[in-house]
Structures are given as C-alpha cells and as structure tokens.
C-alpha cells in the first residue's frame, strides 16, 4: 500500500492512545475507511450497500473476534468515538453499521517545522507496503491509492477528554484528573467496596482518582461494582485478599481484565456479587449514597434475605 494515512500529534496524550486495544480498533477503522472519492457498491451478508469517501463497515461481533477484544469495550469504544466526533454512523443494518471517519489530524506546522515533515514523509513511502488481504479485507485498487485522493479539508478538533494529564512516563498513564459529575459516583463506590471487604478508605482527592480515572474512561457505575464483586468473590479467604483495595481493583492495566470475568466462572462464587446482601448494599447505595446504616446486626437477625443454600 503506497502513501500514508497522518496521525495528529494531539492524540499523544488522548484516551484513545492510553489503551492499547482501543487504539488497534482506532487504526483499523483508520485504515479500513475508503480513501477514494468514487462510491463503492458491495454486497454484504445479501445486503446491497454502497461505501463512500471516508466510511467503512463496523460489525461488532465480528470485529470482537478479529481484534480480540469484547463487544462490551468495543460498544463503549465506538460510543466515544461518537461523542467527540471522530466518527459517526450512517446507516445500520441488523449485523453490521456503516460509519463514517469524520477525525482530520492538526497539522499546523510552522514553517521551520515543514522541512522535517517532507523528510519524514519521503522515509514513510520508502517503506515495504502492507496489504489488507491478510486481515480478510477485499480492498479495491482505488481504495489503495491514497496518493490521488484529494487534500484533507479542515474539520473540527475532536473534544479532548477532560481530566486527562501526563504524570510522567510509568508506563501507563492516568486519567485521574478531579470530575465534579463523577465524584458522587466515585464516592457511592468506595462505601460499597468498605463494606464487601470492611475497610474504612475515605473518600479523598487520593483514594478517588482512580475510581474517577475509569469513569472518564467511559465506563459505567456497574462495570465498578462487577469488577468489586468479581474480585471479592474470588479473592476473599484467600491470599490475595490483601489486594482488595481501591489501588488494584482500578488500576488503567488491570480493570478491563477483571471486568471480562464472570461472577460464576470464579471460584469463591460464595463471596461474589449476585447474594442477597449485595443487592441490599446496592440499593441503599441508590437510596441514600455513601452514608447507610449498618445492616450486621439485621444480618444476624434474619431480617436480610438468605441465600438459596441458607448462607
């Protein structure tokens, strides 16, 4: 494949580039969008479509798949990529939508800074080529011929993710920025994480950046609660107990693993999150946020729901 598709400098230090499953399905969608300004018709699953400048064919289940990652994540990864305007759908049928990538790099560059572009840009087409017919793409001789196609018009800055600042190079980065909308939710979480594992974190600038940082993220409130039930489940009685804490269950390299497991595939099914006692924790954390009664006493006194085998 000849030419080269830009990337803008200001995706550095953007969400998209912190995680690196979302960043390989933003690339291919990058890569899979049609660069030529002749429509093309294709037949897909026996529906006629028609792909135009700049859009390309998403499937989720068969995108989940191809890149290894779950439909969960890749649902939250494309309504982002919604939101801030990189992308937008166009038309959707029953297995596949067709959307649009509406994302145009900045580039503008000073004019000290234009020699060094064209010197990379020379360097770039030198390179061996890469095709998509290993990835199980039919690809078009137009589709292929990003040299011809015509300049990139000016288009809106996507939105950058509030809350977002480099804390040096650790090898990951943070999202861990204060957010007044998230922080009763963050809050809401840390009370139920104290009382799955009867710690008593306060609920500080410290203890709720990273519980906020996944929430930026767009994840939702119950994705925290499953990772917190998944760990408790498995973890509680053990001797990795001692790393149920707010630190680990949300930490950016961690919690999308424990968030693709499931409550009954653990082994300490028992502790996790399905009982009767976390459903009651939940809805007090609906009703009346972080500050509950103590319900031991009306655990002992039979007055809280039993589990089916009378735990």
């Known amino acids: 494949m000849s030419g080269f ?37 294709r037949v897909i699953d026996g529906v006629e ?30 309504k982002k990529l919604v939101d801030e305007g990189f992308i937008h759908q166009v038309s959707k049928y029953s297995k596949f939508s067709i959307y649009s990538f509406d994302y145009v790099p900045e580039m503008h560059l000073k004019s000290d800074q234009q020699n060094d572009q064209q010197s ?3 360097d770039s087409e030198k390179r061996p080529a890469e095709t998509q017919a290993g990835q199980g793409f039919s690809v078009t001789s137009d589709q ?29 980065c943070l999202n861990n920025m204060p957010s007044k909308e998230h922080e009763p939710i963050a ?8 009382k799955k594992v009867g710690k008593k974190y306060r609920a500080t600038p410290g203890t709720l950046k990273l519980i906020i940082a996944r929430l930026n993220e767009g994840y939702s409130k119950e994705d925290c ?29 961690k919690f999308p693993k424990y968030l693709e497991q499931r409550l009954e595939d653990v082994k300490r099914i028992g502790s996790g999150g399905g009982n009767a006692l976390d459903k009651l924790l939940r ?9 509950r009664r103590d319900i031991t006493d009306e655990v002992h006194r039979g007055s809280v729901p ?6």
């Open 49 to 78: 479509v028609t792909i135009n400048y700049r859009e390309f064919i998403f499937g989720r289940s068969s995108w989940s798949t191809r890149m290894d990652i779950s439909e969960r994540r890749l649902r939250t990864l494309v």
């Open 283 to 291: 809805k007090e954390l609906d009703a009346n946020g972080p500050h």
């Open 5 to 41: 598709i830009p990337i803008g400098r200001e995706l550095q230090n953007h969400w998209i580039r912190r995680d690196k499953d979302y960043w390989n399905v933003f690339c291919e969608m990058y890569f899979l969008a049609r660069y030529s300004t002749k429509p093309e018709v």
């Open 187 to 194: 809050k809401e979480l840390l009370a139920y994480l104290n």
């Open 144 to 172: 292929q011929d990003f040299t011809k196609r015509p300049a990139e018009r000016p288009a809106q800055r996507p939105q950058k993710e509030e809350g977002i600042k480099e804390e040096g190079y650790k090898g990951e």
């Open 306 to 311: 039993e589990l089916p085998d009378g735990r």
């Open 120 to 122: 990379d840009q020379q």
């Open 225 to 253: 609660f499953h990772v917190i039930d998944v760990k408790c489940a498995e973890w509680i009685g053990t001797d990795q107990e001692k790393y149920l804490d707010y630190e680990t269950l949300f930490r950016p390299s």
